[in-house]
């Protein structure tokens, strides 16, 4: 695996490496079918994995055992100049970057991608009625399909949150780290390997 830096900034070109064997979206990517991918380690003991094909982007992250880990992938459309959020935690949703505002988020309107969403685990009482649980310890899994954005070169960035770290439930890291979501100039540039 190719390790890249938390502090890569949009200056880099980060390579996104081949794989010939198409994974299972099934929330898990520590299997064989990763072993292949460029890896980003960020704090909290997460990471992200991402590789490629000829049809498709497959992107992965990865926390601790009592995380949600929930995934923001930000892709900038090269053809429109528009921005997309792929987002994955209990539902997929998009939304789109235009006129210096994001639109609201559209549920289950993932035309050309898809993911591995935060499976239901039931419901617990509380004091203040019930509330609904998830499962922790699943990967966040994200497939998109290279003609949604049909380059060679994409601007992206990720945000991973819903992780536990110092105690504290709700941590957020960004890479590059100081990203904006607003500002496709701060995302880092990814190239798919031959």
């Known amino acids: 695996m190719l390790m890249l830096p938390i502090n890569a900034n949009a200056a880099n070109d980060n390579m996104i490496n081949v794989t010939h064997n198409t994974p299972l979206i099934d929330g898990r990517c520590d299997a ?3 072993q292949t ?3 980003i380690a960020l704090p909290a003991q997460t990471e992200v994995y991402l590789m490629h094909n000829n049809d498709a982007l497959f992107v992965c992250a990865k926390g601790k055992a009592n995380d949600y880990t929930v995934i923001d992938l930000y892709i900038e459309d090269a053809d429109t100049g528009k921005l997309y959020n792929l987002h ?3 539902q997929l949703t998009e939304r789109v970057f235009v006129d210096k505002k994001w639109s609201e988020s559209v549920f289950w309107n993932h035309k050309d991608w898809s993911g591995f969403w935060v499976p239901y ?5 509380t004091e203040e ?3 609904t649980l998830f499962l922790e310890g699943s990967h966040r ?3 998109v399909l290279r003609k949604k954005f049909p380059h060679k070169r994409w601007q ?4 991973i949150s819903a992780v536990n770290h ?4 709700g941590a957020e890291f960004f890479y590059p780290q100081q990203a904006k979501d607003t500002d496709k100039s701060t995302w880092a540039k990814f190239t798919f390997a031959q």
């Open 37 to 39: 991918a460029t890896k």
């Open 88 to 90: 994955a935690s209990a």
């Open 121 to 125: 685990a039931g419901e617990k009482e």
């Open 141 to 143: 899994e994200i497939q």
């Open 129 to 131: 009625g019930k509330r």
């Open 166 to 169: 110092n105690g504290k439930y």
């Open 32 to 34: 064989d079918e990763w």
């Open 156 to 159: 992206m960035m990720f945000r």
